[in-house]
């Protein structure tokens, strides 16, 4: 398997939780890999001391040429702002990716800056931590977890395809599952599974520290399932700020799906009717825990 992804040099651009785990990951399964990281100096310096690249560079244009992989996992509004440096320094075959949490936008803005050359692939790895930053970084992040990439299986045919297929190839060899589907699928879907739930997280932690009285009530009665629903409430706002401005109409949807079947519990509080949602409740979790246990934002 190793010997079959053609990937000599792989650009990290954004040495985070995200771009790290990759990494990480690539290391793993393909120590032969070269990895070049860009990020702000006291990220990337602490990236290159962790073992996580093999060299890192303040300039994006050195850390992308030469490579032929070129992983994005910024923030969407930098990614988007460094693509047309990326276009500008990149080799003419290599693959750009990245890993930005909405996709309508993103890919928008990248087949306007990778319009010759180098080709594009929209992509999104469904697993992250509460918690950012290089420090949480880990090689075993996409084990288990899908990952949407932006386009059809139609893009694994064909002489062009070359790297689209080691790169499908790579991250299933790295435990990822890929999820073929195109942008407005896409930021319909996370909108749902994704960014719904951590903005019901942020409302409970609300509810629950507006009631929490100076006795500490009812906080000091929390138990686990309280610890477990919130963990998504301790994600920083950095990291969910450009999602919300770039998917805001996808979310007000499920925000809006999520309000009727709150007032539909709400009048059914005393009704035989709500066994009939747990026992819809119990089989979607069923369905979840069949899956591998993973972090997923």
Same mark, same amino acid.
């Given at each position: 398997m190793a010997s079959s992804v053609p990937f000599r040099r792989v650009a990290i651009v954004g040495t985070g939780l995200i771009g790290g785990s990759f990494a990480l990951a690539l290391r793993r399964r393909f120590p032969d890999i070269s990895l070049a990281g860009f990020d702000r100096p006291t990220t990337a310096e602490k990236a290159l001391a962790r073992g996580v690249v093999d060299e890192t560079a303040s300039d994006l244009a050195t850390v992308v040429r030469g490579a032929d992989l070129v992983y994005v996992a910024l923030?969407?509004? %930098?990614?988007? +702002?460094?693509?047309? $440096? @990326?276009? #500008?320094?990149?080799?003419?075959?290599?693959?750009? /990716?990245?890993?930005?949490?909405?996709?309508?936008?993103?890919?928008?803005?990248?087949?306007?800056?990778?319009?010759?050359?180098?080709?594009?692939?929209?992509?999104?790895?469904?697993?992250?931590?509460?918690?950012?930053?290089?420090?949480?970084?880990?090689?075993?992040?996409?084990?288990?977890?899908?990952?949407?990439?932006?386009?059809?299986?139609?893009?694994?045919?064909?002489?062009?395809?070359?790297?689209?297929? %080691?790169?499908? +190839?790579?991250?299933? $060899? @790295?435990? #990822?599952?890929?999820?073929?589907?195109?942008?407005? /699928?896409?930021?319909?879907?996370?909108?749902?599974?994704?960014?719904?739930?951590?903005?019901?997280?942020?409302?409970l932690a609300r509810v629950v520290r507006d009631e929490t009285d100076e006795t500490g009530l009812p906080l000091s009665l929390a138990g686990s399932g309280l610890q477990d629903t919130l963990r998504l409430a301790g994600s920083p706002y950095e990291v969910w700020r450009d999602i919300f401005l770039t998917n805001t109409d996808n979310i007000a949807r499920a925000l809006d799906r999520l309000t009727q079947a709150i007032d539909y519990l709400r009048t059914r509080l005393t009704s035989r009717e709500i066994k009939n949602e747990f026992e819809t409740a119990n089989d979607l979790y069923k369905r979840i825990r069949r899956e591998p246990d993973n972090q997923r934002l």
């Open positions: 923030p969407i509004a %930098a990614a988007m +702002e460094a693509f047309p $440096a @990326i276009a #500008a320094a990149v080799a003419p075959n290599a693959l750009i /990716t990245d890993a930005c949490s909405t996709k309508i936008v993103v890919c928008r803005a990248a087949n306007e800056s990778f319009c010759n050359g180098a080709r594009f692939l929209g992509g999104h790895p469904m697993a992250g931590k509460e918690r950012s930053g290089i420090e949480a970084a880990d090689d075993e992040l996409f084990r288990g977890a899908p990952y949407a990439l932006i386009g059809s299986e139609l893009d694994l045919e064909g002489e062009s395809s070359t790297h689209v297929k %080691a790169f499908t +190839e790579l991250l299933i $060899a @790295i435990g #990822a599952q890929p999820v073929w589907c195109d942008p407005d /699928t896409h930021d319909w879907a996370v909108g749902i599974v994704s960014h719904l739930p951590q903005l019901v997280s942020l409302a």
